[in-house]
T-cell receptor, first 114, second 113 residues
Framework: AQSVSQHNHHVILSEAASLELGCNYS??????LFWYVQYPGQHLQLLLK??????LVKGIKGFEAEFIKSKFSFNLRKPSVQWSDTAEYFC????????????FGSGTQLTVLP | KAGVTQTPRYLIKTRGQQVTLSCSPI?????VSWYQQTPGQGLQFLFE???????NKGNFPGRFSGRQFSNSRSEMNVSTLELGDSALYLC????????????FGDGTRLSIL
């Protein structure tokens, strides 16, 4: 069975600091990987996805993620965070050929201080 | 265009009752999935429907069931409610069962007394 680990449960940063949120997955085959964000009071939104090709994927709002197959990792990065990035971030994995039946990590709450 | 619509937004039930939650996908989307979100277990996949057929099911007891109608709207039903069923139930829709990413609704908050 697939599983996803997000080791940082709560991250607090000041505005303009750089962000890296860790995500590791366990699955023996090819996977599709996602980062979703949930802003306060809003629904889950897709930040970015990786299916194949260039392991460095760019998403919305200046976020990017790097897929490192040898480390089973898909870490999320942003060079300079803003107060509006305060949200909960979820890493998720789906079986190949699928973007549904997602297995989610436990989430990382990011608080950005103005 | 309108997003995924879930009704009702909030629901309070007592143990032993049953409940039906509704989800209207984005217009044109034919695949609907349901997830349960709790503080302890996080986000867990319940089931997925496409063309009125259940395609996949997560590791939940048979008390959890669902269906999809010809207009792609979906309902999920939970019978014999337990305290542990208190959760936010999320519906997500996508164009079809492929690599199209899912779009989530705001959820239905179910509280069991």
């Amino acid at each position: 069975a697939q599983s996803v680990s997000q080791h940082n449960h709560h991250v607090i940063l000041s505005e303009a600091a750089s962000l890296e949120l860790g995500c590791n997955y366990s699955y023996g085959g090819t996977v599709n990987l996602f980062w979703y964000v949930q802003y306060p009071g809003q629904h889950l939104q897709l930040l970015l996805k990786y299916f194949s090709g260039d392991p460095l994927v760019k998403g919305i709002k200046g976020f990017e993620a790097e897929f490192i197959k040898s480390k089973f990792s898909f870490n999320l990065r942003k060079p300079s965070v803003q107060w509006s990035d305060t949200a909960e971030y979820f890493c998720a994995v789906a079986a190949p050929g699928s973007a549904r039946q997602l297995t989610f990590g436990s989430g990382t709450q990011l608080t950005v201080l103005p | 265009k309108a997003g995924v619509t879930q009704t009702p937004r909030y629901l309070i039930k007592t143990r032993g009752q049953q409940v039906t939650l509704s989800c209207s996908p984005i217009s044109g989307h034919r695949s609907v999935s349901w997830y349960q979100q709790t503080p302890g277990q996080g986000l867990q996949f319940l089931f997925e429907y496409f063309s009125e057929t259940q395609r996949n099911k997560g590791n939940f007891p048979g008390r959890f069931s669902g269906r999809q109608f010809s207009n792609s709207r979906s309902e999920m039903n939970v019978s014999t409610l337990e305290l542990g069923d208190s959760a936010l139930y999320l519906c997500a829709s996508s164009l079809d069962p492929s690599n199209q990413p899912q779009h989530f609704g705001d959820g239905t908050r179910l509280s069991i007394l």
